[in-house]
């Protein structure tokens, strides 16, 4: 199909048309009046932004119609600069749009691929070179450079080994053991059962000796939610009954997927809810994954309590917290 | 000559000596650059660089990339006396005691997310009109690479202010890291210094934002413009523009003018944005500690996708063998985006593939007359919008009073339906788009015109098209399909009997056309 031989003919670049500047010279005049104005608005832009800098305190708050209360500091600073910023952008394309020539161009496009004879000459003075160099035949130069670079190539990569120590068991670790008594955060405050009514969430931590500090790293593995709900609620193994006490249930609250705190309680449902990927968790049957792109349910912490009452943990967890790791065996 | 002229002479003199400046700066100030609004993105693009350079450089002067903790004494009263990292406690600094810090947050983070739309913006431009085809793939590519990084920067620009909703946001990003097989969480322990969160993690994301991403973004910024300039810019169809021309205005004046004068434009806009429209509140979340969260937490739009996609995955994980594969992360964090990323930037190459045209364009397509092209798009489109809703589910389970279930269960059946179908409605929509376009240009535009004939029939009046108008619409190449003959010239089959029917399968889709008019047809209906 010879398509190309059919086409209807190029009529090339219609007519100019004049605009109102380039023929009536009161149009011009009007026209460079209001690019000068734009101009002008913008240095009174700049004037509103230093005496907003100046003169406008950084605490006072206004009341603005549809934004509502607004720091004044913040706000007039704001529009002076967009106003002295906009105005010499507009005035500037106003100018070109009106006043400046505006006959199209046409320009000649080449073919990027250089001409032959030129090919042929680089060809030749590429392999001349290599020739020079004896990359060809030094072929006993050529590997031992190649060995040596490679071997270059490693030492920055070996330079970045000390980022961080290796993580051993460190994920599989938390900072409860076996009779840790739980606190609550905040406030660091040892808890009873009679403190939780049934329906009540608190969040908790292990209590630490007093010489340990509590670092953002502990609560990113320590963190637990304590849910009270009435023991005939609970669809638990006999095992995972035993872990509970008096209708108190322990998880972990470092999400089981990618380790958000699973912070989301409904108490009408017995849900658990993260808001970062909305895995939920059914409270009753162990933190089961119900919905979501969770795989695993939240691990549980076996508690109880110590003589005085407190609750504490039976022991540690038997799984590791959060997400999943490549050396996570369960 | 007057004096400030002889100044100016006797400058550019001195320079010319030194450089040979002239020759270039007279050819280049002469430079011909096609005019159309779609051409203003790549520029919003650039100019919100610069901005974000400039705004972020202010920032730096206050800001403290450090995860030791103080105790926060300043301004703002609700946070009084409580324990947060330096980070955090400088960008409260920044946003209630430095004048003007509070407007440069914001101009800076309103500049990010102006920056990541143009691109995007640029980019579907880009695609839709066959811009990237040969001599324009090394750009395409180059692009493909700024949006990636883009994201990257984003996201870590967003995370250095150590807020409630910022440290979640690395807690993810931590657990995909932590996902990798075999690696993983090595890599976390190298990337944070230890165990989540640490106390590192803050000033190398700081060196990284600031030094070594800019740096990188500067290098292919340049490059990319560099190429524009040298290989002049594509231009649309119509009369008397060809692959041979450019058809445009000079540089100097009214491209400096212009250009120029839209910098400030974008910047104005942003600083408007900046001053009436509050975005990261950061002193409302509070500072980062991993037992706690607020509700709804939202990337910036630019990560919602990937958001989306964790979100709707179905949850498996492999255990075996002592050890564990994530694939409910594995699947929407790394391979999806993967698969994603290097289809588009290998695209330009697939389509010649396809096509079999290895010739220079320089002349944009219409979209409608490369209907697959614009219905891959479509499908494309539709798949990052599906995942988009998905990455909001919640705030928009609590808008429209729907469930969080139906939302995912929608989005997971949603991103395997929709954008087939999207592809098969757009290609017939190009299709019958080039119908109206044949239509049009034989039978001219309805004029709204009646005419009462004498044998008492109405007819309506066509207006036929002008000259211009009708080459507008016909003067694009329409190819035959590929033809590869399953024997050689020896009679011998050829190999790769499966790839080649392949390409010729899809080479037969992507022409699939309504032939438009001819000159044979135009002289035709001027008979009538």
Known sequence: MSHEVANLSDPGLPAHVHRAADSDPKAEKKAERQVATLFGLSAVGTILFIVSYIYIPLDLFIFVPILGSTNAHQLSLGLGLAISLLCIGLGAVHWAKTLMPDNEVIAQRHEFRSPESERKEFVAAAKEGANAAGLGRRSLIKRSLGLSLGLVGLSPLLLLRDLGPLPGKELEKTSWKTGTRLVTDPGNRPIKPSDLEVGAVAQVLPQLNPDEERTLNNIGKDAVLLIRLRVEDFQLSPERLAWTHEGIIAFSKICSHMGCAVALYEQQTKHLLCPCHQSTFDVPRAAKVIFGPAARPLPQLAITVDTEGYLVAQKPFTEPVGPSFWERSS | ?528
């Open chain 2, 1 to 528: 000559m007057t004096s400030r002229q002889k100044t100016a002479a006797s400058v550019a003199n001195y320079v010319d000596e030194r450089t040979g400046a002239a020759a270039w700066m007279k050819k280049n100030l002469t430079k011909v650059f096609p005019d159309h609004w779609s051409f203003m993105l790549g520029e919003v693009a650039l100019y919100s660089f610069i901005i974000l350079l400039l705004s972020g450089t202010f920032l730096s002067l206050w800001f403290d990339p450090s995860q030791r903790e103080v105790l926060y004494q300043g301004d703002y009263q609700p946070l009084s006396g409580i324990k947060m990292s330096a980070a955090y406690a400088s960008t409260l600094h920044i946003s209630f005691d430095i004048r003007g810090g509070l407007l440069m947050r914001q101009i800076h983070h309103w500049a990010a997310l102006l920056f990541m739309a143009a691109i995007v913006a640029h980019l579907l431009r880009v695609f839709f009109t066959g811009a990237f085809r040969k001599p324009r793939e090394f750009n395409w590519i180059i692009g493909v690479g700024l949006l990636t990084l883009g994201i990257v920067e984003g996201f870590l620009g967003y995370s250095l202010p150590d807020d409630l909703l910022s440290g979640t946001g690395i807690r993810i990003a931590e657990a995909i890291i932590q996902a990798l097989p075999v690696v993983g969480s090595y890599l976390s322990f190298f990337a944070f210094g230890g165990a989540f969160p640490g106390e590192a993690f803050i000033p190398r994301i700081f060196t990284v934002h600031v030094l070594l991403l800019p740096g990188i973004f500067l290098a292919l910024i340049t490059v990319h413009l560099m190429l524009v300039w040298y290989q002049k810019h594509t231009q649309y169809p119509g009369p008397g523009r060809t692959e041979k021309n450019v058809v445009g205005y000079p540089l100097m004046p009214i491209y400096m003018a212009k250009a120029g004068g839209f910098f400030f434009i974008v910047f104005g806009i942003t600083a408007f944005l900046s001053a009436v429209a509050s975005i990261n509140p950061i002193w409302l979340y509070g500072p980062y500690t991993p037992g706690q969260i607020s509700a709804g937490s939202q990337p910036d739009w630019y990560m919602g996708w990937l958001d989306g996609l964790v979100r709707m995955a179905p949850p498996i994980e492999t255990h075996a063998f002592g050890h564990t594969i994530s694939w409910n992360i594995l699947i929407p964090g790394l391979i999806v985006p993967g698969i994603l990323f290097t289809g588009m930037a290998l695209y330009p190459f697939i389509e010649s593939w396809l096509t079999g045209d290895k010739r220079e364009h320089h002349l944009l397509d219409r979209p409608r007359n490369a209907p697959n092209r614009t219905a891959l798009g479509a499908m494309s489109l539709t798949f990052i919008l599906v995942t988009l809703l998905n990455g909001g589910n919640d705030i928009v389970a609590t808008h429209f009073s729907l469930t969080i279930n139906q939302i995912m269960w929608f989005s997971r059946f949603g991103i395997l339906i929709l954008p087939p179908i999207a592809f098969v409605i757009t290609k017939r929509l190009c299709l019958s788009l080039q119908r109206a376009d044949r239509d049009v240009v034989l039978h001219g535009v309805e004029s709204g015109t009646l005419l009462r004939l004498p044998t008492g029939e109405f007819v309506e009046v066509h207006t036929p098209l002008t000259a211009e108008q009708s080459w507008t619409l016909t003067q694009h190449e329409q190819r035959p399909a590929l033809e590869l003959p399953e024997e050689d010239n020896h009679g011998v089959a050829r190999g790769k009997v499966l790839r080649n029917k392949l390409r010729s399968r899809m080479s037969r889709a992507a022409v699939e056309e309504v032939t438009k008019p001819n000159s044979d047809d135009m002289k035709e209906i001027e008979g009538h």
